[in-house]
């Protein structure tokens, strides 16, 4: 995908959270080809100690993780950083109504190399991504 298909992403810092080193390596290398500046933490703790001390513009995070779930550092998360959008990611399974309500878009990792861009080139107008509804 060109950058020209997203001009206005071609900066800014994207903080990723996942514990798969796979896929931390994935997403970095995915988004510094469209000009982005990625942090990467392998644990909840991690993640949250570098939106401590960095500037973040977007939060990738990981739904499933150990010690502290998705739920827990995207609470955490809009204390730090209220203004940089969230979007979590999901293996597909159904996902708390509760976890839902503080993030600001979802993408099914199975579909990262398609959702991901246009889930952050949404939010960087602050336009949020209708959620699509959950049972749980």
Same mark, same amino acid.
């Given at each position: 995908?060109?950058? #020209?298909v997203?001009?206005?992403?071609?900066?800014g810092?994207v903080?990723? /959270? =996942?514990?798969?080193q796979d896929?931390? +390596?994935c997403?970095?290398?995915?988004l510094e080809?469209?000009?982005y500046?990625?942090l990467?933490a392998p644990?909840?703790?991690?993640?949250?100690?570098l939106?401590?001390?960095? #500037?973040?513009?977007?939060?990738v995070l990981?739904?499933f993780?150990?010690? /502290? =779930?998705?739920r827990?550092?995207a609470? +955490?998360?809009?204390r730090?950083?209220?203004?940089?959008?969230i979007?979590?990611?999901?293996?597909?399974?159904?996902v708390?109504k509760?976890?839902?309500?503080?993030v600001?878009?979802?993408?099914?990792?199975?579909?990262?190399a398609?959702?991901?861009?246009p889930?952050?080139a949404?939010?960087?107008g602050r336009?949020?991504?209708p959620?699509p509804p959950?049972?749980?």
């Open positions: 995908m060109p950058l #020209s997203y001009p206005e992403l071609s900066s810092v903080l990723c /959270i =996942d514990n798969d896929v931390l +390596e997403e970095k290398a995915f080809l469209f000009g500046t990625v990467t644990s909840s703790g991690k993640g949250l100690e939106a401590s001390i960095h #500037s973040i513009d977007v939060v990981d739904y993780m150990p010690a /502290i =779930d998705g827990a550092v609470m +955490e998360m809009r730090l950083r209220p203004q940089a959008p979007i979590l990611l999901t293996e597909g399974v159904s708390p509760q976890t839902m309500n503080l600001d878009a979802l993408v099914v990792k199975d579909r990262m398609s959702q991901l861009l889930a952050i949404h939010l960087h336009r949020r991504i959620l959950y049972d749980a």
